[in-house]
Nanobody, 126 residues
């Protein structure tokens, strides 16, 4: 079973940056589309960004993060990244990575996810 481990979360001031990593173990990520999702207290989990299986594959972003977040993958390192710049307080949430064998679709739908990571907290506050 594929295992996903997120890292890189933390506390940052508004306007700051963080880079989240999603590392896979037991199996290669090559065959999986990867998505980043987040869940703030009292809110539903939402799609942030997703990337197709291949290195340099197609990417999609939620409107709320377009131009600020960048998703990328390094299949050689079995890792997917989420670079988050110009962070805002409303970005505060637990961030999860997820994998699925079929494409996420342009809206990074969380339905059909095969594997989830345990999540990493991101807090944006002054």
């Amino acid at each position: 079973q594929l295992q996903l481990v997120e890292s890189g979360g933390g506390s940052v001031q508004p306007g700051g940056s963080l880079r989240l990593s999603c590392a896979a173990s037991r199996f290669t990520l090559d065959y999986y589309a990867i998505g980043w999702f987040r869940q703030a207290p009292g809110k539903e989990r939402e799609g942030v960004s997703c990337i197709s299986r291949s290195s340099g594959g197609s990417t999609n972003y939620a409107d709320s993060v377009k131009g600020r977040f960048t998703i990328s993958r390094d299949n050689a390192k079995n890792t997917v990244y989420l670079q988050m710049n110009s962070l805002k307080p409303e970005d505060t949430a637990v961030y999860f990575c997820a994998a699925r064998l079929t494409p996420f679709g342009t809206n990074c739908d969380l339905r059909g996810v095969d594997y989830w990571g345990q999540g990493t907290q991101v807090t944006v506050s002054s």
